[in-house]
């Protein structure tokens, strides 16, 4: 894992990162997406959560692994001390310690946005199948997220009913005068590098 750099994502990986998504809609209930998005819309997802949002990317000599982003939950303006997380790893490099690498690298940064809350969102199987089994929710919990809630029959795909998980995982102290949350935009280079991501234009 010493050859992997955690960079910036930027517009132009849109290609090589669907690439890596794609078979999580394809062949998974991991996404409760059905279809693959383009890749101009996914470009304009990148462009969309770096506004405010970290977007990172697990790189090796040219080759993009996996990458994982947050993003708003909910969306409502008191929720802005809580992020979405979701990642994404090519199919052979789970289970290796990428996604640990992302997601601490993720969590750095979100600190140093002010953010207090990650919240994740996670299929969960009533009985583990070929689409969907309990290695993310496995995965949340050796990052240190708790299970909060779990909504029953609340996504349908290839014809079958999952169960939906949030799972939690608090980053600072929740105080009575609470910093402003920085964008993810207005964050220094030198900041990045100190959360482990390297910044690339």
Aim: net charge negative.
């Amino acid at each position: 894992m010493t050859d992997v750099n955690i960079r910036v994502a930027r517009p132009d990986d849109a290609a090589g990162l669907l690439a890596i998504y794609a078979p999580y809609v394809t062949d998974t209930a991991i996404s409760f997406e059905c279809e693959v998005p383009g890749v101009d819309e996914f470009r304009g997802r990148i462009v969309h959560t770096l506004a405010r949002y970290p977007y990172l990317v697990a790189e090796s000599g040219g080759e993009l692994l996996g990458y994982a982003y947050t993003g708003p939950f909910v969306g409502r303006a008191a929720y802005s001390w809580a992020a979405e997380v979701s990642i994404y790893l090519q199919q052979d490099r789970r289970c290796g310690g990428l996604g640990r690498r992302l997601y601490q690298a993720l969590e750095a940064v979100s600190r140093c946005q002010n953010i207090q809350n990650l919240e994740a969102c996670i299929g969960s199987p009533q009985v583990d199948d070929e689409y969907l089994n309990g290695n993310s929710i496995a995965f949340h919990t050796r990052m240190g997220y708790r299970m909060v809630g779990e909504f029953a029959k609340c996504g349908r795909k290839f014809g079958r009913w999952y169960n939906m998980v949030w799972m939690e995982k608090l980053l600072g102290e929740h105080n009575d005068v609470q910093p402003p949350v920085r964008p993810f935009a207005e964050l220094a280079e030198d900041e990045l590098a100190a959360c482990g991501i390297i910044v690339t234009k």
